[in-house]
């Protein structure tokens, strides 16, 4: 399986500041149909998880422009320009290249 | 607006089965895969098993295959899970998801029904 690594697990940010959060996979992401399948998710207290960016950086519908992605290969960054309030909760990076599709552990974000 | 509501959990005692359930609405239920994911108290989330739109595919993931089984009934607009042989490691949350059909991802994902697997 791939695996998938986040860093760091917990993160806590003033708002109006900006926050990173990294995941490193064990193998490329990158497909022989020239995608990567790299993807964002933010899961809310009590919700399911919510998709933000696909492919490494495409915003998902309704996604703010505050939120971006970027990376190729293994090494892959969500960035948040100016946290708010709202965006508390755990971040998950997912691949796809393979199956099993496989998640990080999550990064707790949190407002300080 | 696209929703999907997962039904079927509750408490449940070792090597006893479960089905569960899981109602879209919002979109043409037939035009999509459909996948199970689960996520473990304090874990993330875990892909189990996805189905084709027409039911004719399944995959699972190494940990459920033999004991899960997914299917899906387009004439009631209906997803179904069917766990065997469940252990305390089978204790979750399950989730219902939407397979994307741009790409190979979850676009959204149904509310969890809980599953306790416990004597």
């Known amino acids: 399986d791939v695996v998938v690594t986040q860093t760091p697990l917990s993160l806590s940010v003033t708002p109006g500041q900006p926050a990173s959060i990294s995941c490193r996979s064990s193998q490329s992401l990158l497909h022989g149909d020239g995608k990567t399948y790299l993807y964002w998710y933010v899961q809310k207290a009590g919700q399911p998880p919510q998709l933000l960016l696909q492919?490494?950086?495409i915003r998902f519908s309704g996604v703010p422009d505050r939120f971006s992605g970027s990376g190729s290969g293994t090494d892959f960054t969500l960035t948040i320009s100016r946290v708010e309030a709202e965006d508390v909760g755990v971040y998950y990076c997912?691949?796809?290249?393979?199956?099993?599709?496989?998640f990080g552990q999550g990064t707790k974000v949190e407002i300080k | 607006q696209v929703q999907l509501v997962g039904s079927g959990g509750g408490v449940v005692r070792p090597g006893k089965p479960l089905r569960l359930s899981c109602t879209p609405s919002?979109?043409?239920?037939?035009?999509?895969?459909l996948h199970w994911v689960r996520q473990a108290p304090g874990k993330g989330p875990e892909w189990l098993s996805v189905i084709s739109h027409d039911g004719s595919n399944k995959l699972y993931a190494d940990s459920v295959k033999g004991r899960f089984t997914i299917s899906r009934d387009n004439s009631k607009n209906m997803l179904y899970l069917q766990m065997n042989s469940l252990t305390g490691d089978d204790t979750a949350i399950y989730y219902c998801a939407r397979g994307a059909n741009t790409g190979w991802f979850f676009d959204h994902w149904g509310r969890g029904t809980l599953v306790t697997v416990s004597s």
């Open positions: 919002g979109f043409s239920f037939s035009d999509y895969a």
């Open positions: 997912m691949q796809s290249v393979q199956l099993p599709w496989t």
């Open positions: 492919e490494v950086f």
